[in-house]
Nanobody, 118 residues
Framework: QARLVESGGGLVQAGDSLSLSCVASGFTFRQWNMGWYHQAPGKERDAVAWINANGNPEYADSAKGRFKISRNNSNNTLFLHIDNIKPEDTGTYFC????????????WGQGTQVTVSL
């Protein structure tokens, strides 16, 4: 059964850096495009970044500069690194599998919660 499991969330202070991970299983990870979504409290899920099977990243306009998406196809892991984290980064971060870059996800993880304090 295909599965995405995120980790790395928690309570952090504004200005800190944070790295999230997502371990994929049950499918051939290296063949798939992947991405991260963010859902702030009370809001819809928004795309943050995407990465193709070859490791080429793209970012939503709001994520350019502070976010970095990467992947390790050897251990089926997707990463999201956030620098200078801000209170508006609070929310749940979801790892997703996608058919094409910027396309709607076809598979979601359960999410990892990030809370940013001042």
């Amino acid at each position: 059964q295909a599965r995405l499991v995120e980790s790395g969330g928690g309570l952090v202070q504004a200005g800190d850096s944070l790295s999230l991970s997502c371990v994929a299983s049950g499918f051939t990870f290296r063949q798939w495009n992947m991405g991260w979504y963010h859902q702030a409290p009370g809001k819809e899920r928004d795309a943050v970044a995407w990465i193709n099977a070859n490791g080429n990243p793209e970012y939503a306009d709001s994520a350019k500069g502070r976010f970095k998406i990467s992947r390790n196809n050897s251990n089926n892991t997707l990463f999201l690194h956030i620098d200078n984290i801000k209170p508006e980064d609070t929310g749940t971060y979801f790892c997703v599998r996608i058919e094409q870059i910027q396309a709607p996800p076809t598979m979601w993880g359960q999410g990892t919660q990030v809370t940013v304090s001042l």
